[in-house]
């Protein structure tokens, strides 16, 4: 087992709860390159790495999950934001663990990562399945011929827009922070291939007209 994180105490009582809980820390690191190299010298069945840190987690996730796919990935924060949670899981973590969690709970958790089970505290579970789910993907036509195909929460997040939210309002009807609208926005405006999110909401504004009988979901309370 494998512990990064760059705050000595919050390491050191996550090194007594897993040995408490059974595991035997091979290593440590404070950074995301000592994460990385301690990971490549030792080979560990888990890297628990804290989400940031001098280095980047996420990055030092990714790297040793393309060096290491054998080694399962397991990050533990205090951030729920979605663009790191989407991050971690992209770079390859099976888990994404938020440090107010019971402590005592930890060696269980692990335990059933190393099993191939994913571990994700219940309120994040949602939104990992709304963001990954095929059926929450909306193909719209362009303009210019094809389609580009948003994810459910891009086409959710427009859709609030066009109904006259702003992107505070936005961020507290989804539950996301304001800088996170800002991106799925700039994700749909590129995959739309217009020029700034007015743009993009005339086009679902025309998408919207071709289906009659289907009210925008944005607009229901």
């Known amino acids: 087992m494998l512990v990064a994180d760059d705050h000595l105490g919050l390491r050191t009582g996550t090194r007594i709860a897993l040995e408490d809980g059974g595991f035997t820390v091979c290593a440590e690191a404070a950074d995301g390159p000592g994460a990385v190299e301690a990971a ?3 080979r560990p069945d888990v890297c628990l790495i804290d989400v940031v840190m001098p280095g980047g987690g996420i990055e030092a996730a990714a790297r040793i999950a393309a060096a290491l796919p054998d080694t399962a990935i397991v990050m533990l924060t205090v951030s729920d934001d979605e663009e ?4 971690a899981i992209r770079a390859g973590a099976s888990g ?4 107010d969690m019971d402590p005592d709970r930890l060696p ?3 335990r059933g990562v190393l099993a191939g089970e994913a571990a994700f505290p219940r309120r994040l579970v949602t939104r990992v399945v709304e963001e990954f789910s095929e059926r929450q993907r ?3 036509p362009l303009p210019a011929g094809g389609r580009a195909e948003l994810t459910g929460r891009e086409w959710e997040t427009l859709e609030l827009l066009r109904a006259g939210n702003t992107t505070s309002a936005t961020a507290r009807r989804l539950g996301i ?3 996170t609208v800002r991106r799925h926005i700039s994700e749909a405006v590129r995959k739309l291939r217009v020029p700034d999110r007015r743009a993009a909401m005339e086009l679902l504004e025309e998408v919207r007209s071709r289906l009659p009988n289907r009210r925008p979901s944005a607009d229901a309370d």
């Open 84 to 87: 790191h949670l989407f991050g």
């Open 40 to 42: 490549l010298r030792e």
């Open 96 to 99: 994404y663990l938020l440090k």
């Open 108 to 110: 269980a958790a692990l």
């Open 177 to 179: 922070s304001e800088v």
């Open 138 to 140: 909306r193909r719209v």
